[in-house]
């Protein structure tokens, strides 16, 4: 747990990119968190970790992931893909600003932020 004015946040997402639009929102979040110097963590988990793909979201009218994703790397934010979740779904790729990690890292990240928020 931080101990300054800054907080350490965890933001979950479970839902894959197509069937709400609680990531984009997700995202939209987490990038703003870090407007009061927050330390924000994206968590990519269960069927959230399809958003770890490049996919083409704005042919069925969804907005494009892959720019939010690069404009939270630049912000500072860390993507954090769950690998069991990646290997449960075959998923092998994922793009270069998300991270793969392991499931004993993303409970690590749970339990040392101080805020945790969930989507999906």
């Known amino acids: 747990m931080s101990t300054g004015l800054f907080k350490k946040m965890a933001i979950i997402i479970r839902s894959t990119p197509f069937n709400t639009i609680a990531l984009t929102e ?14 924000v963590k994206i968590l990519l ?3 959230g970790v399809w958003s770890s793909l490049n996919l083409s979201p704005q042919m069925i009218g969804r907005p494009d992931l892959f720019e939010s994703i690069e404009l939270l790397s630049a912000c500072g934010v860390r993507v954090l893909a769950d690998e ?4 449960d779904r075959n998923i092998s790729v994922h793009e270069c600003h998300v991270e ?3 499931r004993d890292e993303i409970y690590k990240v749970i339990s040392e ?3 945790v928020v969930s989507f999906g």
Do not use: Y
Request: hydrophobic share 40%; glycine share 12%.
């Open 113 to 115: 932020s101080d805020a």
């Open 26 to 39: 997700a995202f939209r979040m987490g990038i703003g968190m870090t407007l009061a110097d927050n330390k």
């Open 84 to 87: 069991t979740s990646m290997d």
């Open 45 to 47: 988990i269960g069927d």
């Open 100 to 102: 793969k990690v392991s």
